[in-house]
């Protein structure tokens, strides 16, 4: 899995009047928990461009201070009105343990549905799963080579390998819907016979 590396500066002053303060010089607050007491910092609300604002999920490398720690992205917290970044939060993660993440969804191949006329529907873009970080891929290919008209791939026929999906197992990950256009060119073909 890709990783992303950010830098913070440490922060002692807690609570709302330290918090606006920091937004006002354009840092975001941010918290790490999960490796003993919770580590407050903060860092530059640019640098979260490349880690928030993309389809790939990311593992980050934080620097904070000099002290470094491997966390993932837990949860972000946007202005209700200018949508910039006002709270981070990370999770600590450990190599050993199994770390839950959303990992995106990659299509390959041609469906055979859609030459014969389907419209493709992905229904999810990303898998929840759960494994060590060193089985975690950047993404999970889903072929579509045999994917016919009117017919889906759903969560349990996706190989993870050594992952296990969170999601429910009936879940669509993505279809061959049946268009008005190919119903009727499929109803004028059975009228010619």
């Known amino acids: 899995m890709k990783t992303i590396a950010l830098k913070g500066e440490m922060r002692s002053d807690l609570g709302k009047r330290a918090n606006k303060e920091i937004r006002r010089r354009g840092l975001v607050p941010c918290v790490l928990y999960g490796s003993g007491e919770n580590l407050n910092f903060s860092v530059y609300e640019a640098d979260f461009k490349p880690l928030v604002y993309t389809p790939d999920t990311y593992l980050v490398r934080l620097d904070v201070e000099g ?99 969170l999601d429910t197992p009936e879940n669509s990950v993505v279809s061959v819907d049946v268009t008005r256009a190919s119903r009727s060119a499929a109803a004028a073909k059975e009228a010619s016979k």
């Open 67 to 165: 002290k470094q720690v491997m966390a993932k992205l837990q949860d972000i917290q946007y202005h209700p009105v200018s949508e910039a970044i006002i709270h981070a939060d990370f999770l600590a993660i450990q190599l050993d343990k199994p770390l839950q993440i959303h990992v995106p969804v990659r299509i390959t191949g041609n469906s055979p549905g859609v030459r014969a006329g389907g419209k493709l529907n992905v229904k999810m873009r990303k898998l929840n799963v759960l494994g060590l970080i060193k089985d975690l891929p950047s993404f999970v290919e889903v072929s579509i080579d045999n994917l016919e008209l009117g017919k889906n791939i759903r969560v349990k026929d996706i190989d993870l390998g050594g992952l296990t999906a």
